[in-house]
Nanobody, 123 residues
Framework: QVQLAESGGGLVEAGDSLRLSCAAS????????LAWIRQATGKEREFVAA????????YYADSVKGRFTISRDNAKNTVYLRMNSLKPEDTAVYYC????????????????WGQGTQVTVSS
């Protein structure tokens, strides 16, 4: 199993930047894909970004493409989400999620989830 712990959320203004981090622990010697998935109040979970084990492949939701960047440092077992030009509609709880094997944009195919970190963007 993989345990995940997010950090870096907070309250920012529209146009600001923020970087989220997610540290993985547990069975990290096996290749695993990582993703960021968010959920706004009263809405369903929404895929944001995903990255393959090597980092060579990344995927983004259309709503964040060009503004968000996902990256990972396997030496530190950490994945990052750099968020630029934040908008009020980016307000949500952001979850880090992992799955052994290949990458997917389908949120329900990730088996391991962190507790989430709140990101609030004021207008």
């Amino acid at each position: 199993q993989v345990q995940l712990a997010e950090s870096g959320g907070g309250l920012v203004e529209a146009g600001d930047s923020l970087r989220l981090s997610c540290a993985a622990s547990g069975r990290t010697s096996v290749t695993y894909a990582l993703a960021w998935i968010r959920q706004a109040t009263g809405k369903e979970r929404e895929f944001v970004a995903a990255i393959s084990w090597t980092g060579a492949n990344t995927y983004y939701a259309d709503s964040v493409k060009g503004r968000f960047t996902i990256s990972r440092d396997n030496a530190k077992n950490t994945v990052y989400l750099r968020m630029n030009s934040l908008k009020p509609e980016d307000t949500a709880v952001y979850y880090c999620a992992a799955r052994y094997g290949g990458t997917t944009t389908r949120s329900n195919e990730y088996n391991y989830w962190g507790q989430g970190t709140q990101v609030t963007v004021s207008s």
